[in-house]
């Protein structure tokens, strides 16, 4: 400390005074402050922690992990000295440095061709859906992909709508006959119902209430529900449970469609025809996207440039906050309970619903180029989230670090439309491009 | 004062024993009396007052002999109210009385002087202590003495005194020791002492001696000349020891020094019973009086004792004094009677002066024209008493304001010196050597003299010198406050999309009004129908010909776009799902038969003009519904905005260039018979039955209720390229060919705010629905977005600012953007660019 000390006098060379912490036990360091030089940066850092774990008896390879370092919850990028002067942080006192193991950069693995730019796309442990643009879903082998296999993993292709595929979605993905929903831009919301020994697929139900195309489809954490976003501003709650409705008439005017369908699918069963449990009015322009807070709670976020909170049990709406650009997607992470929008200007905003006082509006990143028409949150990881934009480029990010992504995933030529990180494994994007990429993501918490 | 010395009592012993031996001694004697007495009279008119009160005193001892020393005391103080009288007497006596006679000193006797010393201590002390209760005392007392009352007792108190006098003088003969001469005045206070009660050690010493010496009645027979004695300004210096108390001389023997250094000896003080006896005996008790200084008793004489008894009486002291002499009046006051000159008065004073009436006159005439006024304060003139010997009338030349003088010339240096300092010495030894010269008379002229003296003149003559204000301005003073963009936003500011996909030029583009679609025309002879969030192609149409114009019917009932290529008039339902399937298959309903025409028969004109026709089953198949063919190529189509009627603009069909069409009815019209000019485009005014027709330089209004025209407008243009209309009605923005785009108001059309910024032919211009934005399309590449803010006050000025320029395109057979169309409630702004691409602007 004495020493320390007397090396702040030194004014070329400003020192202070920091003390590591770490979350992660097996990179832990001796607790004591020590004084570094304050322009140090990340490299610098790493520096300091790789000599006291070699002091502590580590073996340090070339294997051995970077560290990422938090001050005062944000992210350090550049010199420390920078950033606590823009954070107004004082120098004189012990600085509580928070280091973790750096998130290893996800690795392109594969990139699945298609005929039509990729809308949707979501991925379970096994298999990977897509929604593309010439009307048909794909189905992919995950384990495939994993292995780089490429089309080898394509399982199955499903024509099943007569416009764009928007949306897509599993429901249940355990047992061999696996369920999931599409929406698309002719209005109606499919329920498919996949065996996946026998590879068939049976749709189960068609959801037909929205006057425009559906945008945004999402199932609810308990599986039993689904709510669909339109342009036409309704955002409409259907049941997933299938109850055998009694006969129904054929619409004259649904016929042609119906029976476009049957050929489509060549099956001779006659899909269920469902309508909304409920249907949300309130937005003044298209939905843009939904997400399930609850089995009770659903997100929009809609080109009217607010994000509401629907209450399903009153039926109606609960919180509403008002951006000033078209909301184009929304993710919620029930591991951190915040709100995720990405809208129609360069920027990805993080909201917190629960505070109810002062700005909502928690961080604003900052770094695609253009519009950014999807942002996820990773499924395990707190702070981790992905985002695709019209840049061409995904950029992984952390919560706690607005001014940069953790890594740009670069590969698409074109438009990102989609990007999706429900398997921990795997980041996947569909583009403009006609591909949907994958990209493996190793997490280790 | 010094009369009074010379007034000294013939019987007091001391003048008789000094004046005997030396005169010179007695005058010093006398000289210090005098001052003392002067000098009390002055600073301690207290003590002066005891002095004379005497006289009652005594009367009252007279009457109440056995009362005691305190209830006389107040009677002392009674008679201290004599005071400012017996003060003035004083000064009458002085200056009345200054004999005094040698003879009449000698009288007194050296024995009478021994006596003193013995009692003198004892009375001191007393003295001293009866002093302070007096003081006390004395004001209170004042007023209680009675007049007549005291000058009868004086009257009889005097001859008392004088009986004391002469016991004084028996006792005197029984003398013991010699006193020095100037003391001899003790001796009188030591007689008095032996004959008078302790009252009389009340008197202050040095006043009652000024009083007695005063009151003493003896004249001299010898007239001294008083100035040569007057020792008015001096100091009583019979005592030398000063103004200190005399108690502490209450131990010893003396009571002071004399101007010798000798002690001066307390008179020897009687007891009571002596005291007492004198008092009965001496006929001169009641008119002794003891003098403090010098502790001996004096008697008053008569003299004395008559100027008490004036002053008593409020007479003055003098005895001959006459206050009502009579006054003799030497210069008169009053006016006499005879003057004391005869002369005439001269004859000007009687006759009026011409001057003065001059004067007059000239200020009668100055009131009579109002030229006096009264009650004004002049203003008034410094007048400085300089003259400026140097002032130079000429220094002021005409013209020239300001005038700066030109610049002095430099005075010469250390350098020009005909004997430099060292430093300034060129390091060149020859020049150096050429530099310095032995004496003065070795330095040559200055050889540029003349020629400096001449560029001197020179420049005085010919330098115009004159303070010229300069403008303090910036090129961005005249630019007018703005407001900065950034406070305006929303407004497209950079691309967000770009839709590819036309193979060529587009001509034109129309965004559907629920901001979903974008259909574009192209000269690939291609329609297609875009989602405006992705930038994806939904549609795309082959017509057969080079698309003019497309636009979207502005219904929400119909799903139905125009489509104008050479003559045709192309009905397109796009009739994916883009829209409510309702609504497409509404609109092809509408669109599958001929609507029943009843007794219309169409007009000759018309039918030679436009034909309308169902889709056969090809062209249904390809999403035609009705097509209507015209003359003549069609340029453009207006919807009316609800939907129902539309206008299309057939440049080349004269005085049938715009056409009337109902869409529900299958109608046309030709509204004008007459051709104005080349018709360039037309609008419908968003709010009421208005069809603007805009030829190359004019803008006509028409009221199609009425079926007249409203407004015509000079369009302050040479040639007209497009027209957009304020959703609010009352303005519109014309964008020419010749680079102009005025904003015109409806209410003031003579005047438009003319918008310069543009630097070749504008194509396009486009009001935003919402947002008080408008923005136009020009040939050097440039889309310009401004803020075009409208007031409700019809007296304000739109706010026009300039926010951003948005370069992107690229240049196609030197065309740039064709169209621009805002999206119906964003802040987006789409380009269709000859370089076959489509721009969302953000």
């Known amino acids: 400390m004495a020493a320390s000390l007397q090396k702040m006098n030194d004014a070329e060379k400003l020192n202070v005074?920091?003390?590591?912490?770490?979350?992660?036990?097996?990179?832990?360091?001796?607790?004591?402050?020590?004084?570094?030089?304050?322009?140090?940066?990340?490299?610098?850092?790493?520096?300091?922690?790789?000599?006291?774990?070699?002091?502590?008896?580590?073996?340090?390879?070339?294997?051995?992990?970077?560290?990422?370092?938090?001050?005062?919850?944000?992210?350090?990028?550049?010199?420390?000295?920078?950033?606590?002067?823009?954070?107004?942080?004082?120098?004189?006192?012990?600085?509580?440095?928070e280091y973790l193991k750096q998130q290893p950069p996800p690795t392109p693995k594969d990139s699945l061709q298609h005929d039509?730019?990729?809308?949707?796309?979501?991925?379970?442990?096994?298999?990977?859906?897509?929604?593309?643009?010439?009307?048909?879903?794909?189905?992919?082998?995950?384990?495939?992909?994993?292995?780089?296999?490429?089309?080898?993993?394509?399982?199955?292709?499903?024509?099943?709508?007569?416009?764009?595929?928007?949306?897509?979605?599993?429901?249940?993905?355990?047992?061999?006959?696996?369920?999931?929903?599409?929406?698309?831009?002719?209005?109606?919301?499919?329920?498919?119902?996949?065996?996946?020994?026998?590879?068939?697929?049976?749709?189960?139900?068609?959801?037909?209430?929205?006057s425009q195309s559906v945008e945004c489809i999402a199932v609810s954490p308990s599986t039993k529900r689904f709510a669909t976003g339109s342009w036409d501003n309704l955002l409409k709650i259907w049941s997933l449970s299938r109850k055998p409705l009694p006969e129904e008439e054929e619409e004259a005017a649904d016929d042609d469609d119906e029976q476009d369908r049957k050929k489509m699918r060549g099956s001779t069963k006659k899909p269920e025809k469902k309508t909304p449990i409920m249907t949300l009015a309130g937005h003044s322009e298209s939905v843009g996207s939904a997400v399930w807070m609850s089995d009770e709670e659903v997100i929009t976020g809609s080109w009217d440039h607010s994000l509401r909170i629907w209450d399903l049990e009153i039926g109606g709406l609960r919180q509403q906050f008002n951006s000033n650009c078209a909301i184009f997607s929304v993710s919620w992470s029930p591991i951190n309970g915040t709100i995720l929008t990405s809208s129609a200007d360069k920027f990805i905003r993080l909201y917190d619903a629960r505070i109810s006082d002062g700005s909502i509006v928690q961080q604003k990143y900052v770094s695609h180029t253009k519009w950014v028409p999807s942002v996820k949150w990773s499924a395990v990881a707190e702070h981790l989230f992905v985002s695709g934009g019209y840049d061409n480029v995904i950029k992984m990010w952390d919560s706690r670090r607005p001014k940069a992504p953790l890594y740009d995933l670069t590969g698409h030529s074109d438009k990102v439309l989609a990007v999706d990180w429900s398997n921990p494994k795997f980041i996947v994007s569909g583009s403009a491009d006609c591909t949907a990429k994958v990209y493996s993501s190793e997490k280790d918490v | 004062m010094s009369g009074k010395r010379k007034r000294l009592d013939p019987s007091d012993p001391k003048n008789i024993s000094n004046g005997g031996d030396n005169d010179d001694d007695y005058l010093v004697g006398i000289n210090d009396e005098g001052d003392s007495s002067d000098s009390e009279y002055e600073g301690e008119e207290l003590e002066e007052e005891d002095d004379e009160e005497d006289i009652p005193f005594l009367d009252d001892l007279l009457e109440e002999e056995e009362e005691s020393g305190e209830q006389q005391t107040d009677d002392i103080k009674k008679n201290q109210q004599l005071k400012p009288q017996i003060k003035k007497g004083k000064h009458a006596i002085n200056s009345k009385s200054p004999h005094v006679s040698k003879d009449s000193l000698l009288e007194v006797s050296e024995e009478d002087v021994s006596e003193e010393g013995k009692s003198e201590s004892e009375e001191e002390e007393e003295e001293s202590d009866s002093d302070e209760d007096f003081e006390d005392e004395a004001d209170s007392l004042m007023g209680d003495s009675d007049e007549g009352e005291s000058i009868e007792e004086v009257e009889e108190n005097m001859q008392r005194k004088e009986d004391n006098q002469v016991k004084n003088h028996i006792d005197r003969d029984s003398g013991t020791d010699c006193i020095p001469a100037k003391n001899?005045?003790?001796?009188?206070?030591?007689?008095?002492?032996?004959?008078?009660?302790?009252?009389s050690e009340n008197f202050e010493s040095s006043e009652s001696n000024s009083v007695e010496e005063s009151l003493s009645t003896e004249a001299p027979k010898e007239v001294a000349d008083e100035y040569e004695y007057d020792s008015s300004d001096e100091?009583?210096?019979?005592?030398?020891?000063?103004?200190?108390?005399?108690?502490?001389?209450?131990?010893?023997?003396?009571?002071?020094?004399?101007?010798?250094?000798?002690?001066?000896?307390?008179?020897?003080?009687?007891?009571?019973?002596?005291?007492?006896?004198?008092?009965?005996?001496?006929?001169?008790?009641?008119?002794?009086?003891?003098?403090?200084?010098?502790?001996?008793?004096?008697?008053?004489?008569?003299?004395?004792?008559?100027?008490?008894?004036?002053?008593?009486?409020?007479?003055?002291?003098?005895?001959?004094?006459?206050?009502?002499?009579?006054?003799?009046?030497?210069?008169?006051?009053e006016v006499q009677e005879m003057p004391l000159s005869g002369r005439p008065d001269h004859k000007r004073s009687f006759i009026p002066s011409k001057s003065e009436a001059a004067y007059v006159a000239k200020r009668a005439l100055q009131i009579r024209q109002n030229k006096i006024k009264y009650n004004e304060k002049k203003k008034e003139i410094k007048r400085v008493f300089s003259y400026d010997l140097w002032h130079d009338e000429g220094t002021k030349m005409r013209g020239i304001y300001n005038h700066m003088p030109a610049p002095k010339r430099r005075l010469p240096g250390h350098g020009e010196s005909y004997r430099p300092p060292i430093e300034y010495l060129s390091l060149d030894p020859k020049a150096r050597e050429a530099r310095l010269f032995p004496s003065i008379r070795k330095v040559p002229a200055y050889s540029k003299y003349i020629q400096e003296q001449w560029d001197r003149c020179l420049n005085l003559y010919l330098a115009p010198r004159q303070r010229v204000r300069k403008i303090q301005a910036s090129s961005t003073d005249l630019i007018p406050l703005l407001p900065k963009p950034q406070d305006l936003r929303p407004f497209p500011t950079q691309e967000a999309l770009v839709f590819k996909g036309h193979n060529s030029i587009i001509r034109t583009i129309s965004v559907h009004p629920l901001g979903k679609y974008l259909a574009s025309g192209s000269d690939d002879r291609t329609v297609k129908i875009w989602e405006t969030s992705t930038g994806r192609c939904l549609r795309s149409f082959d017509v057969e010909g080079a698309v003019k114009c497309v636009s979207w019917n502005p219904s929400s009932k119909l799903f139905l776009l125009g489509v104008a290529f050479d003559n045709n008039l192309v009905f397109i339902n796009p009739e994916t799902y883009l829209v409510d399937k309702i609504v497409v298959n509404q609109t092809n309903q509408i669109f599958r038969?001929?609507?029943?025409?009843?007794?219309?028969?169409?007009?000759?004109?018309?039918?030679?003009?436009?034909k309308w026709r169902t889709a056969s089953a090809d062209e249904w198949a390809k999403g035609y519904r009705i097509i209507v063919e015209h003359f003549r190529n069609i340029k453009e189509i207006v919807w009316h905005k609800q939907g129902d009627y539309f206008a299309t603009v057939v440049p080349e069909g004269d005085h049938r260039s715009v056409l009337m069409h109902q869409?529900?009815?299958?109608?046309?019209?030709?509204?004008?018979?007459?051709?104005?000019?080349?018709?360039?485009?037309?609008?419908?005014?968003?709010?009421?039955?208005?069809?603007?027709?805009?030829?190359?330089?004019?803008?006509?209004?028409?009221?199609?209720?009425?079926?007249?025209?409203?407004?015509?407008?000079?369009?302050?243009?040479?040639?007209?390229s497009s027209i957009a209309v304020h959703p609010g009605g009352e303005h519109f923005l014309i964008g020419g060919y010749d680079r102009k785009l005025n904003?015109?108001?409806?209410?003031?059309?003579?005047?438009?705010?003319?918008?310069?910024?543009?630097?070749?032919?504008?194509?396009?211009?486009?009001?935003?629905?919402?947002?008080?934005?408008?923005?136009?399309?020009?040939?050097?590449?440039r889309v310009i977005v401004c803020h075009g803010m409208v007031y409700n006050d019809w007296v304000k000025d739109p706010l026009i600012v300039p926010l951003k320029e948005l370069k992107g395109h690229r240049f196609f057979d030197d065309l740039y953007v064709l169209d621009i169309a805002w999206h119906p409630f964003e802040a987006y702004l789409f380009t269709a660019g000859a370089d076959a691409t489509i721009r969302l602007w953000h």
Not at chain 2, 316 to 322: I, T
């Open chain 1, 116 to 210: 039509d730019w990729v809308a949707s796309l979501q991925c379970t442990d096994k298999w990977l859906l897509t929604g593309c643009y010439d009307n048909t879903l794909h189905l992919w082998d995950a384990e495939g992909l994993h292995a780089g296999k490429g089309e080898k993993a394509h399982t199955l292709t499903i024509p099943a709508h007569k416009a764009p595929v928007k949306a897509v979605a599993w429901v249940h993905t355990n047992s061999p006959t696996k369920t999931f929903v599409s929406a698309s831009i002719d209005q109606t919301a499919v329920v498919w119902v996949w065996q996946s020994d026998t590879n068939t697929v049976e749709c189960v139900s068609e959801c037909r209430g929205h």
């Open chain 2, 184 to 199: 001899t005045k003790k001796d009188t206070d030591l007689v008095k002492g032996l004959s008078s009660s302790k009252q």
């Open chain 1, 17 to 97: 005074l920091v003390k590591f912490i770490t979350k992660q036990e097996q990179y832990a360091v001796p607790g004591a402050s020590v004084s570094i030089p304050a322009d140090i940066d990340g490299a610098g850092l790493n520096k300091v922690i790789q000599t006291f774990l070699k002091k502590s008896g580590a073996t340090i390879g070339s294997d051995f992990p970077q560290f990422e370092f938090i001050v005062k919850g944000q992210f350090l990028v550049g010199p420390l000295k920078k950033q606590l002067d823009e954070d107004d942080i004082s120098l004189e006192k012990v600085i509580e440095i």
């Open chain 2, 235 to 333: 100091e009583d210096l019979r005592n030398t020891i000063g103004n200190i108390p005399m108690n502490w001389y209450d131990d010893y023997p003396h009571i002071g020094y004399n101007l010798e250094g000798k002690p001066i000896l307390k008179p020897d003080r009687l007891d009571t019973l002596d005291k007492f006896l004198n008092k009965l005996e001496n006929p001169d008790f009641r008119r002794t009086v003891f003098d403090k200084q010098t502790g001996q008793d004096i008697r008053l004489s008569d003299e004395d004792l008559e100027i008490a008894k004036r002053l008593m009486g409020r007479r003055v002291p003098q005895l001959g004094y006459n206050m009502y002499e009579k006054f003799e009046d030497i210069f008169s006051h």
């Open chain 2, 593 to 610: 038969y001929e609507p029943d025409q009843g007794d219309y028969i169409r007009p000759d004109r018309v039918v030679s003009a436009v």
């Open chain 2, 663 to 720: 869409l529900s009815r299958w109608r046309s019209q030709v509204p004008f018979n007459k051709c104005k000019g080349r018709i360039q485009t037309i609008a419908f005014h968003p709010k009421l039955p208005f069809l603007y027709v805009v030829t190359q330089t004019h803008v006509r209004v028409y009221n199609l209720l009425k079926q007249q025209m409203t407004k015509k407008v000079q369009a302050n243009c040479r040639w007209i």
């Open chain 2, 743 to 781: 904003w015109f108001e409806m209410e003031c059309t003579r005047r438009p705010h003319l918008l310069r910024y543009h630097k070749s032919a504008v194509r396009s211009v486009a009001y935003h629905r919402k947002y008080p934005l408008f923005a136009s399309a020009a040939d050097e590449g």
